[in-house]
C-alpha cells in the first residue's frame, strides 16, 4: 500500500558524503535515543511533534489543537523522508528504496533496521540524522519486483531540521531535508520523497492551492502527482495540512520535476500527501548532498490556505 517517496532556493547544497559501515548491530547500544518531544504555541493551542527511538528518531506524532495528524502503523506511515534508485536497471517501486523511519520487515515492532546517528532538540526544533534502511530485506518483492539491494540498512544519509513556528508564522513547521548519496553506487534515476504524510481517514477533502490563481480547489482522490501543493483536511473544515517547497526544477540541472501527490488507502483506512524531487542524469547521479527545503502548514483549512497565499506571495508584495 506503501507510496514512499522562511526558506530559498540557495538552501539547496551539495556536499560529498563519507561514511564509514559497521556491521548492522554492532554498536547499537551507543547510538542515541530517539524520544523527542518538540512543541510551540499556535491559535491557542500548541503544535508538538514527538519522535521515538522505535523509528529511528523519524516523526511518530504530530497533535494541534486535540487532533491527531499522523496515522503512525508498522515503519512506513509516519511523516518521514524516504527515497528511490534504478541501481543500474529500470526504476521500479520500493526496489532501492532508503526509508527514515525503517524497513517493511520492521513491521509493528519496536526496533528499526534504520540506524539514528545524532539527535539535537530544543523547546521548539529538532535535527536527527540517521543511516537509513532499505525498506525491503535482500530476497523480498515489491509486487512482482525483486529488492536489488544486498543489504538490509543502506549507505544513505538523511539529516533533518524541524523548526515549529517561521517568521510570524505559527502554523508553519519548517523542514530542511537533506539526503547524503554515498559514493560506490551508479544511478542515473532518484526520487526523493522530502517528505510525506500519513494520515487519519477523517482527514477525507483532497484540495490543491493553485500558486497561480490564490485559490483552492477540489482534487480527485487520484491517486498520484501534480504540479500544485496538496491540502488534506476533516469534512468539516476545523483541521487541515498541506506542504510546499519553493524549490522548482530551475534548482538544479539534473532535477527534472517536482510535484505533489495525494493517495486514499480505503482498506487501510488512511490517506497520505507527498512532495517528491525527481532526478535523471545519464552520466549518473553524483555522490552529494541534496537538501530540500520545506514547510509544512496545520491548523483550520482556512488557515492552511491563507498561510499558503503568504508564504506563495512575491517578495516585496
Same mark, same amino acid.
Request: overall charge neutral.
Given at each position: 500500500?506503501?507510496?514512499?517517496?522562511?526558506?530559498? @532556493?540557495?538552501?539547496?547544497?551539495?556536499?560529498?558524503?563519507?561514511?564509514?559501515?559497521?556491521?548492522?548491530?554492532?554498536?547499537?547500544?551507543?547510538?542515541? +535515543?530517539? *524520544?523527542?518531544?518538540?512543541?510551540?504555541? @499556535?491559535?491557542?493551542? #500548541?503544535?508538538?511533534?514527538?519522535?521515538?527511538?522505535?523509528?529511528?528518531?523519524?516523526?511518530?506524532?504530530?497533535?494541534?489543537?486535540?487532533?491527531?495528524?499522523?496515522?503512525?502503523?508498522?515503519?512506513?506511515?509516519?511523516?518521514? +523522508?524516504?527515497?528511490?534508485?534504478?541501481?543500474?536497471?529500470?526504476?521500479? /517501486? #520500493?526496489?532501492?528504496?532508503?526509508? =527514515?523511519?525503517?524497513?517493511?520487515?520492521?513491521?509493528?515492532?519496536?526496533?528499526?533496521?534504520?540506524?539514528?546517528?545524532?539527535?539535537?532538540?530544543?523547546?521548539?526544533?529538532?535535527?536527527?540524522?540517521?543511516? %537509513?534502511?532499505?525498506?525491503?530485506?535482500?530476497?523480498?518483492?515489491?509486487?512482482?519486483?525483486?529488492?536489488?539491494? &544486498?543489504?538490509?540498512?543502506?549507505?544513505?544519509?538523511?539529516?533533518?531540521?524541524?523548526?515549529?513556528?517561521?517568521?510570524?508564522?505559527?502554523?508553519?513547521?519548517?523542514?530542511?531535508?537533506?539526503?547524503?548519496?554515498? $559514493?560506490?553506487?551508479?544511478?542515473?534515476? @532518484?526520487?526523493?520523497?522530502?517528505?510525506?504524510?500519513?494520515?487519519? /481517514?477523517?482527514?477525507?477533502?483532497?484540495?490543491?492551492?493553485?500558486?497561480?490563481?490564490?485559490?483552492?480547489?477540489?482534487? +480527485?482522490?487520484?491517486?498520484?502527482?501534480?504540479?500544485?501543493?496538496?491540502?488534506?483536511?476533516? =469534512? *468539516?473544515?476545523?483541521?487541515? %495540512?498541506?506542504?510546499? &517547497?519553493?524549490?522548482?526544477?530551475?534548482?538544479?540541472?539534473?532535477?527534472?520535476?517536482? /510535484?505533489?501527490?495525494?493517495?486514499?488507502?480505503? /482498506? #487501510?483506512?488512511?490517506?497520505?500527501?507527498?512532495? $517528491?524531487?525527481?532526478? %535523471?542524469?545519464?552520466?549518473?547521479?553524483?555522490?552529494?548532498?541534496?537538501?530540500?527545503?520545506?514547510?509544512?502548514?496545520?491548523?483550520?483549512?482556512?488557515?492552511?490556505? +491563507?498561510?499558503?497565499?503568504?508564504?506563495?506571495?512575491?517578495?516585496?508584495?
Amino acid at each position: 500500500m506503501r507510496t514512499k517517496l522562511k526558506c530559498t @532556493a540557495r538552501c539547496f547544497t551539495f556536499g560529498i558524503v563519507c561514511l564509514v559501515v559497521t556491521p548492522l548491530d554492532a554498536n547499537d547500544a551507543l547510538l542515541p +535515543s530517539g *524520544d523527542a518531544v518538540i512543541r510551540a504555541p @499556535a491559535a491557542g493551542s #500548541e503544535i508538538v511533534i514527538t519522535t521515538t527511538s522505535r523509528l529511528a528518531g523519524a516523526i511518530h506524532s504530530l497533535t494541534w489543537n486535540g487532533q491527531e495528524f499522523i496515522d503512525t502503523a508498522d515503519h512506513g506511515r509516519q511523516l518521514q +523522508s524516504a527515497s528511490n534508485f534504478d541501481a543500474g536497471s529500470p526504476i521500479t /517501486a #520500493e526496489t532501492f528504496n532508503p526509508t =527514515e523511519a525503517g524497513s517493511r520487515r520492521d513491521g509493528a515492532g519496536s526496533t528499526s533496521t534504520t540506524r539514528l546517528l545524532h539527535l539535537v532538540a530544543t523547546a521548539n526544533s529538532l535535527q536527527t540524522t540517521s543511516q %537509513m534502511a532499505f525498506w525491503l530485506a535482500p530476497g523480498e518483492k515489491s509486487g512482482s519486483n525483486l529488492a536489488k539491494n &544486498t543489504t538490509r540498512r543502506s549507505n544513505h544519509l538523511l539529516t533533518k531540521r524541524v523548526t515549529i513556528g517561521e517568521q510570524g508564522f505559527p502554523h508553519v513547521i519548517e523542514f530542511n531535508v537533506t539526503f547524503g548519496l554515498p $559514493v560506490g553506487e551508479r544511478h542515473t534515476v @532518484a526520487v526523493f520523497e522530502a517528505l510525506t504524510g500519513y494520515m487519519p /481517514a477523517k482527514f477525507s477533502k483532497f484540495w490543491i492551492y493553485n500558486v497561480e490563481t490564490k485559490q483552492r480547489e477540489p482534487l +480527485s482522490d487520484g491517486p498520484g502527482e501534480q504540479p500544485h501543493p496538496v491540502i488534506l483536511a476533516t =469534512e *468539516d473544515g476545523r483541521y487541515a %495540512m498541506s506542504c510546499h &517547497t519553493p524549490l522548482t526544477s530551475v534548482a538544479h540541472a539534473d532535477l527534472q520535476n517536482v /510535484a505533489y501527490g495525494r493517495f486514499r488507502f480505503q /482498506a #487501510e483506512k488512511v490517506v497520505k500527501w507527498n512532495c $517528491v524531487f525527481r532526478f %535523471m542524469n545519464s552520466n549518473g547521479i553524483a555522490a552529494d548532498d541534496y537538501t530540500f527545503p520545506l514547510r509544512v502548514i496545520v491548523g483550520n483549512l482556512d488557515t492552511v490556505h +491563507s498561510t499558503l497565499v503568504e508564504l506563495t506571495a512575491p517578495p516585496g508584495s
